[in-house]
Every structure is written in C-alpha cells, then in structure tokens.
C-alpha cells in the first residue's frame, strides 16, 4: 500500500490521472475512475479566482464521493493567497490539497505561478508551509526537473518541501522550457526516490502511453507510482490495461467499437448532466476525435456529432455508430 496521510491508501504502484485544463473535469474524471485511476484531481484552480470568487474557479472545486480519493489543484503567485485559498478549497471536501508548481504555459509562467517558482525556491517553500498551514488535509505537489536544463533543481525541491510537510510528490520529467517536447528524462525522479532523506511517496509523470512503458518505468526508476495525463484523452481504458499488465505481463485486447461508444455516452451524459446540455453538448466536442480515433470513416462521424445540437441528435449518431460495423484500424 502506498499512504499518502492517515486517510489515503492506495494500491501498490497506484495510478493517478494528471490534472489538465479544459480537460480533467468531474465528467472525465468519471469514465477514467471507471476504467481504474486510483487518485485523481481537479483542472487546476486560480487562487486569484477564487478569491474573486469567480465562478469558472468557484464550479472546479465540485467533487463527488465517486472519485475518491480526489484532490483539489490550486496554482498562484501570491503565499498568502494561496493559504487562504487552501482553506476554502478544504472546505469543498476533497481528500487533499495539490499545489501547482509545473504548470508551463505562458498565461501561468509569466504571472509568477505553476512553473515559475522553479526560478524562487524560498518563494516556493514559504507558499507549501503556508498551505500546509491552512488546511487538516494532506498537501501535495506536482512540479518539473527545474526551469531549463541549466537549474535542474528539483532535488532539492523535494528535500525543501518534505521539511516543510508536504505527503507525497509528483514530478514531471521536463523542464519548464521543454514545454511538452522531448522525451522525459526520469532519472532525477529516480534519484529522488533513492535518496534516504526522502520518505514520502514519489510519483512520475511523462510520456506514460502504453502498458508496457508503464512497467519499464516502475522496474527501472523504482517510482512509487505513475501520473498518467495526455494518454488518457480519449482513451480511459489505458488505466485498466497498465492494471493488467503490471500485474499479468499480458496485454488486454483493446476496446471494441460497442466499448467506444459506451464509454463516449458515459462521458457525455455526465457533462450534460454536470454543464447543462448547452454547454455539455459544446465542450464535448473536443473528445470526439479522441474516443473514435483510427475508426473507419471517424472524420464524418466527428462531423456529425460536433454539429449535433441536442442530447438526442448525439445519441442517434452514436447509435448509427454502434451499429455501422466500422473496422477501428489497428484494432
């Protein structure tokens, strides 16, 4: 078993599914707790929104007793803000907080949030105790290798943010400027989790695509567990497969077209139920793409369900789908 506090087991070698913008919603969440994810957070969350008490930031904090354990993400510039931040996110009633400190992308980068603080240490580890402070939950962080391949500091990061009482760590194997090309690099997580100082869990995150690497990584690098993001998009079933083969050495026979469309519906329904069909209907068309990839003749299909504007338009097309006989290639 891998503890993550007094209340958060988790399996040996546990799965998590990364928090991603637009992307790791409850609806998502929900087809990926299905399909076997073990810990799983929310988009993350401004605490400058929150504080505003804006609403976009206001409706992430929803979490539901069919995804625990869930943590809630917060990112921020500010060490005050983010301690107030931690107390109302704990209030919402996840299982643990998550700080933000990988986060690349410019809109984030260049307020002084997420990957930023990689370059402000100090900075770093007073906003941690600060949200260590405000809240009874465990805390975690999720961060990268360091800025760019000159201040790969992240070694130092774990040891600073263990003292400072973090629960576990999720480091991603690229640096800030690598944004999301490149391959990973996994071996200072690893010298993480060799180091003896370190006690708490330690997590890898980056380029976990297939079962297969999901067990090379775990025998080379000795993680205690992987983070699984992009992969996921589309495809749930990727937390059941690695399931399967860490514990068998044998590969699952991929989704069947009838599975596709199942799951695809699951997904959709909640998201209607969750936004509203206005805007369930809307957002969910950038998963489409996604859940029928490599079938034959997906681009039509994809056409059709983006120009659906009812519940009920969406569930005749997945029918037709379902019953078209479509060869999905590579299947």
């Known amino acids: 078993m891998v503890n993550i506090g007094p209340n958060i087991q988790l399996p040996d070698f546990p799965l998590l599914l990364a928090p991603m913008e637009d992307v790791s919603d409850p609806p998502f969440r929900a087809v990926c707790k299905a399909n076997g994810a ?13 504080i505003r008490a804006a609403a976009k930031s206001r409706k992430k904090l929803d979490v539901f007793d069919y995804e625990r354990p869930i943590g809630i993400q917060l990112f921020g510039s500010d060490v005050e803000t983010m301690g107030e931040c931690a107390a109302i996110s704990t209030e919402a009633g996840p299982d643990l907080i998550d700080i933000n400190y990988g986060c690349p992308v410019k809109q984030v980068a260049c307020r002084g949030a997420g990957a930023a603080l990689l370059q402000d240490i100090p900075k770093m580890v007073a906003m941690t105790a ?4 405000h809240t009874h939950l465990p805390v975690t962080v999720k961060t990268r290798l360091g800025w760019d391949e000159g201040t790969k500091n992240v070694e130092e990061v ?5 003292d400072v009482g973090i629960a576990a760590l999720t480091v991603h194997g690229r640096t800030r400027a690598q944004l999301y090309k490149g391959d990973a690099d996994w071996r200072l997580i690893a010298s993480i989790k060799n180091n003896p100082r370190i006690h708490i869990p330690i997590f890898g995150n980056g380029d976990i695509t297939t079962p297969e690497k999901a067990l090379e990584y775990k025998n080379r690098y000795g993680v205690d567990g992987v983070m699984v993001g992009r ?22 026979a991929p989704p069947t077209l009838e599975e596709r469309v199942a799951m695809c519906q699951m997904h959709f329904d909640r998201s209607v139920e969750w936004k509203g069909p206005r805007v369930g209907i809307f957002e969910m068309r950038r998963h489409y793409a996604h859940y029928f990839r490599g079938l034959e003749g997906a681009k039509a299909w994809r056409t059709r369900l983006v120009e659906a504007e009812t519940p009920e338009a969406v569930y005749e097309i997945m029918a037709e789908i379902a019953r078209s006989e479509a060869v999905l290639v590579g299947a």
């Open 158 to 162: 774990a040891e600073r943010l263990q």
């Open 38 to 50: 073990d810990l799983m957070y929310t988009e993350f969350i401004s605490s400058e929104g929150l």
């Open 231 to 252: 992969a996921s998009i589309g495809y749930p079933w990727i937390f059941r497969e690695i399931k399967h083969y860490v514990a068998t050495g044998t590969l699952l």
């Open 130 to 133: 600060a949200v260590v402070r």
